[in-house]
């Protein structure tokens, strides 16, 4: 059972880094589809770059060994983060297809919270 849980953290928490760098990255040189996206929920673009270093730094947090109680504060971060995204999505009247990357997202962060092994906690 130990072993199974550390795979599913590592898978999750793996694809979880991968999303957040990925997006955190086109949010910080500011895609032009990032700052129209932003435009139509309503937001100012320089949260973009505000919201990306935040995922930056919050994978970093979460690889990085040892200090449990920063990981904590980066997954309590991406959890509000990501579940404002799909809120947002919602609120604006999006269609599904919107909100499904955050969606994902969000299945990951809770993966790898829980599945986090024993010294990653705080």
């Known amino acids: 059972m130990k072993k199974r849980n550390k795979i599913i953290y590592w898978i999750a928490t793996i694809w ?8 955190g990255t086109v949010q910080i040189i500011r895609m032009k589809e990032e700052v129209e996206k ?3 929920l309503g937001y100012p673009s320089y949260f973009l770059t ?3 270093i935040w995922k930056i730094l919050g994978v970093i ?28 999505h919602i609120a604006v009247g999006d269609k599904a297809v919107e909100y499904f990357g955050p969606m994902l ?12 092994p024993t010294d990653r906690r705080f």
Do not use: D, H, Q
């Not at 904590?72 to 809120?87: H, K, R, V």
């Open 16 to 23: 979880l880094s991968l999303g957040m760098v990925s997006t």
């Open 38 to 40: 932003m435009n139509i």
């Open 50 to 52: 505000i919201i990306g």
């Open 61 to 88: 947090a979460i690889l990085i060994p040892k200090s449990p109680l920063i990981k904590e504060w980066a997954y309590a971060g991406f959890f509000f983060l990501i579940s404002g995204a799909i809120f947002t």
């Open 105 to 116: 997202l969000l299945i990951l962060i809770i993966m790898s919270w829980y599945f986090r």
